[in-house]
């Protein structure tokens, strides 16, 4: 897959808008995926061409596993004058983009999450610090969450109540998640 060649770092997602600077995941509220990747490549062996063909052929190869495309390859371009390359990727799923990254994302409900084996932890907070508790699972368990493996940034289509500890947010629907000591980031949302 396209992670086992390129810069870990290179291979987050995120909104495609040009106004984004770093790797950023976006998720949007019926589940899809877009990443933007952005990466420094003035010191790299790669130029922007070899970059795009190999993304392309292992989108390629991953699609032709389906009888309908599920990741695309919608854009990369290169700063001339800083050498940084952005590139940006959809997914019709956070199952695709797992798959595709050999990483793990979940967006559903806390209920939906639990349903399928993954632990919600009571130790996440809020922006003030308070900890959610179980009593705070069993209470939002028709609320979204979010939950990955990837520690990039992580743009949320609701507003983020509860986050792991550590994890910065950048706004009321992003968050920073490259600094958390925790394996997983999970994002409690509220509509």
Same mark, same amino acid.
């Given at each position: 897959? /396209?992670?086992? %060649?390129?810069?870990?770092?290179?291979?987050?997602?995120?909104?495609?808008?040009?106004?984004?600077?770093?790797?950023?995941?976006?998720?949007?509220?019926?589940?899809?995926?877009?990443?933007?990747?952005?990466?420094? %490549?003035?010191?790299?062996?790669?130029?922007?061409?070899?970059?795009?063909? #190999?993304?392309?052929?292992?989108?390629? &190869?991953?699609?032709?596993?389906?009888?309908?495309?599920?990741?695309?390859?919608?854009?990369?371009?290169?700063?001339?004058?800083?050498?940084? &390359?952005?590139?940006? #990727?959809?997914?019709?799923?956070?199952?695709?983009?797992?798959? %595709? =990254?050999? &990483?793990?994302?979940?967006?559903?409900?806390?209920?939906?999450?639990?349903?399928?084996?993954?632990?919600?932890?009571?130790? /996440?907070?809020?922006?003030?610090?308070?900890?959610?508790?179980?009593?705070?699972? =069993?209470? =939002?368990?028709?609320?979204?969450?979010?939950?990955?493996?990837?520690?990039?940034?992580?743009?949320?289509?609701? =507003?983020?109540? %509860?986050?792991?500890?550590?994890?910065? !947010?950048?706004?009321?629907?992003?968050?920073?998640?490259?600094?958390?000591?925790?394996?997983?980031?999970?994002? !409690? !949302?509220?509509?």
């Amino acid at each position: 897959m /396209l992670t086992a %060649f390129l810069i870990p770092s290179i291979l987050l997602l995120g909104c495609g808008n040009n106004n984004i600077s770093t790797t950023t995941l976006s998720i949007s509220k019926d589940g899809k995926v877009r990443s933007t990747i952005v990466e420094d %490549f003035g010191e790299s062996y790669y130029d922007l061409q070899e970059l795009s063909d #190999m993304a392309a052929k292992e989108v390629s &190869v991953y699609n032709s596993e389906y009888i309908s495309e599920k990741v695309f390859l919608e854009s990369a371009t290169e700063d001339e004058e800083s050498k940084v &390359v952005t590139m940006v #990727m959809s997914f019709n799923s956070t199952s695709d983009y797992s798959h %595709f =990254n050999q &990483v793990s994302l979940f967006y559903g409900t806390v209920q939906e999450a639990l349903d399928k084996g993954y632990k919600v932890s009571e130790d /996440l907070v809020d922006k003030d610090g308070n900890i959610l508790g179980q009593e705070g699972i =069993n209470e =939002n368990l028709e609320k979204h969450i979010v939950i990955t493996t990837d520690k990039s940034d992580i743009v949320t289509p609701y =507003n983020i109540s %509860f986050m792991t500890k550590g994890t910065q !947010l950048k706004n009321k629907k992003e968050a920073a998640s490259t600094d958390i000591s925790a394996d997983s980031v999970q994002l !409690l !949302l509220s509509k």
